[in-house]
């Protein structure tokens, strides 16, 4: 009877512990996901507002990240470009399905993050779900690699017919910042677009003479730009409220 007792005082106190150590490491979960996706939030609104200063200290020095289009842009790279893009008119981000887990000073947060703009009620809203890889480097956690997909939405746009002597004059190479390449080319009657990184090139279909859009994918509209001689200049991309110039190089 004494060693039945003791066995049953052994369980309980065993299961006791477990229920307290699994606790304990649930508590320490949730509150890492909560410092982490803070970090997430400043990062997102150190972009929107252009705070390079903070996106450095939040990114590791070989960090990257790889786009919805293909495309992979290093540390160096995205700040470059995010410089040469105009304001995001961005005022809303939302957070949903967030999942953590860790390994040792690594964390991967996959989570569901919605762009929107309250001014722009007839634009619809990005959304994505992005993986983000996260290390800690002393007491600082920062990004070491971010990967985005985008939520694909058909786009009802017309489909323009254009002259394919008018798209032999946007083929070419064109530059938003340094080696951030997009590469137009012409595959029969079609305008094909290589994005900076990508591993190939998409098609671009025309709303006009000069508009191009990207079917299935957030809003990714391309307008060629030409100069007081009637040459193409430049590339206006616009994503949401976002806008980068591409100048011709090639």
């Known amino acids: 009877m004494k060693h039945l007792l003791l066995l049953i005082t052994i369980v309980i106190t065993t299961s006791f512990a477990f229920g307290q150590t699994t606790n304990t490491a649930t508590q320490n979960n949730k509150e890492l996901e909560r410092v982490l996706m803070q970090l997430q939030r400043e990062q997102d609104e150190a972009e929107i507002k252009r705070d390079m200063a903070k996106l450095e200290r939040i990114f590791t020095d070989d960090q990257f990240a790889t786009y919805p289009m293909g495309n992979i842009q290093t540390k160096t790279q995205y700040i470059n470009s995010l410089k040469e ?9 939302k957070y949903d399905d967030v999942r953590v887990n860790t390994y040792g000073n690594t964390a991967i947060v996959n989570y569901v993050v919605t762009f929107s703009n309250s001014s722009e009620k007839d634009t619809p809203p990005r959304k994505y779900r992005n993986t983000v890889v996260w290390v800690k480097q002393g007491n600082d956690w920062k ?4 990967h985005a997909s985008a939520f694909l939405t058909p786009i009802n746009r ?13 083929v070419g190479e ?12 012409r595959e029969n009657d079609k305008l094909m677009g290589r994005f900076p990184n990508a591993q190939k090139a998409i098609e671009l279909l025309p709303e006009n003479e000069t508009t191009f859009y990207v079917k299935q994918a957030p809003p990714n509209v391309l307008i060629f730009v030409k100069d007081n001689n009637g040459k193409v200049s430049h590339i206006l991309y616009r994503l949401i409220s976002n806008e980068t110039k591409s100048k011709k190089i090639k």
């Open 158 to 170: 017309s489909v323009a017919k254009v002259d394919p002597k008018i798209l032999d004059t946007y």
């Open 143 to 146: 990004t070491a690699a971010t």
């Open 174 to 185: 064109y530059e938003s910042a340094p080696n951030q390449v997009l590469t137009i080319t």
């Open 85 to 93: 893009r105009t304001p995001s008119k961005t005022d809303q981000i």
